[in-house]
């Protein structure tokens, strides 16, 4: 056991000397800002850059949010390639120096070959009727998946061309970063699309309970913490974990109160063909419609009441605002985790204060996963018209053999008489 843990510490020793010395971070903090807090200690000036940052950019969020679905789409886009570029440019610190060829080029291009296919998918499912208009958006939609194995395809066949003797375990080392960077950072951006389209409350409020969670829990741990939570994130305390776990809860709560009550927020986002625009009208489901609860014997002796009206998705808010705030700081642990192996404070420099772009969403990839399966396993049933959007796609004589199968069913079933005709 002795020689064992040995050997794995000189592993670990040879594996630290192979990554660079990386260049130390530059401070991209505005002048007006600096000169502003030059009389502050370093800790209250890094207290009121964040802050200060933290409000622009919620103001930001906020402002993009009124100018609809479509946007947030883009912001949603923009920030996945940011978060790629982020991670990628760590990765080529190491490979550039060996003046390999081809690994910049090949990660960006199968980052594109990998949003063609989510992105195909999306418009195949949520724009059917656009599509079936024009001719030549049918056939990329027809053999979409095929298109896009090929362009994958290609890219593998340019990747083993570029293999380099004295140098192949290196060159997949890169591969695989890419692809677990891709992982990380397309598929789950895709989540998050298409969590919006289930309503931008599935979108808002997981969003702003992570970042709720990382205010309060920075807030509660700068005043109050004393007690180490993590070694992987020596300022992460447990004062701060337990202040924003409650503080998010009762956040989410109260959010999403006030956006039930909203069409604009709960309906589905759909794409109207004849308008060109995306749409959010609808008759809300009942988890947007207020009910009467009964509130436990326990509870009634405190708070007085016997009944509390409210709206079922509240109760939904709950869990989701307790996994952003128990299990979604794991992923900030495992970002910095990443940080620590290959020296570096930030992912980037992006943003004074906070670091790069993927710093700030280390979390919200993890919650965008757990919002989709949520939602797969407890909320959504089948969806009539989503169904009848890919029935119309379908060929006349395909369409006619659905129609007479489903009224051979009904019939069984006893729902349509066998003398009804049509």
Request: charge should be neutral; proline fraction near 5%.
């Amino acid at each position: 056991e002795v020689d064992l843990e040995e050997r794995l510490g000189e592993l670990d020793l040879r594996n630290d000397s192979d990554v660079p010395d990386v260049p130390p971070p530059t401070d991209s903090t505005p002048e007006i800002l600096k000169r502003a807090l030059s009389g502050l200690s370093a800790r209250w000036k890094n207290w009121w850059i964040r802050g200060i940052l933290t409000l622009a950019m919620i103001s930001g969020f906020f402002l993009v949010i009124y100018m609809g679905s479509f946007m947030l789409m883009l912001l949603v886009l923009s920030i996945q390639v940011k978060c790629y570029h982020e991670i990628i440019t760590i990765g080529y610190r190491v490979y550039h120096s060996y003046d390999l060829p081809w690994f910049r080029s090949l990660s960006w291009y199968f980052l594109l070959c990998v949003n063609y296919f989510f992105y195909g998918e999306t418009v195949a499912d949520y724009f059917a009727t656009f599509v079936q208009r024009r001719e030549q958006l049918q056939f990329l939609i027809r053999y979409h998946r095929f298109i896009s194995f090929a362009l994958y395809l290609t890219g593998f066949c340019m990747f083993v061309l570029s293999l380099v003797k004295k140098h192949y375990r290196l060159q997949f080392y890169m591969f695989a970063w890419t692809h677990v960077t891709l992982l990380i950072t397309v598929t789950q951006s895709h989540l998050v699309i298409q969590n919006l389209f289930e309503g931008m409350i599935w979108f808002l409020v997981p969003i702003s309970s992570v970042i709720c969670n990382d205010i309060t829990a920075y807030i509660f741990g700068f005043f109050f913490g004393r007690t180490p939570l993590i070694k992987l994130s020596p300022k992460k305390t447990w004062e701060g974990f337990i202040g924003g776990f409650f503080s998010t809860v009762v956040f989410g709560f109260i959010f999403s109160y006030f956006l039930a009550q909203h069409q604009y927020f709960v309906c589905p986002v759909e794409y109207n063909s004849e308008t060109n625009r995306f749409v959010t009208e609808c008759e809300p489901s009942e988890l947007f419609q207020m009910q009467k609860y009964s509130v436990p014997p326990l509870l009634q002796a405190v708070l007085g009441w016997e009944t509390v009206n409210m709206y079922p998705f509240q109760m939904h808010s709950i869990a989701l605002s307790t996994f952003a705030s128990l299990i979604g700081p794991f992923g900030g642990f495992f970002a910095s985790g990443f940080k620590r192996a290959f020296k570096i404070k930030d992912f980037a420099d992006t943003i004074p204060g906070h670091g790069g772009i993927m710093d700030r969403f280390d979390c919200q990839y993890l919650m965008a996963t757990f919002v989709h399966v949520y939602i797969t396993s407890f909320i959504r049933g089948p969806n009539p018209s989503k169904l009848l959007k890919q029935l119309l796609i379908l060929q006349p004589e395909q369409q006619l053999s659905v129609y007479k199968t489903l009224k051979s069913y009904l019939i069984e079933k006893g729902i349509l008489q066998p003398s009804l005709r049509g």
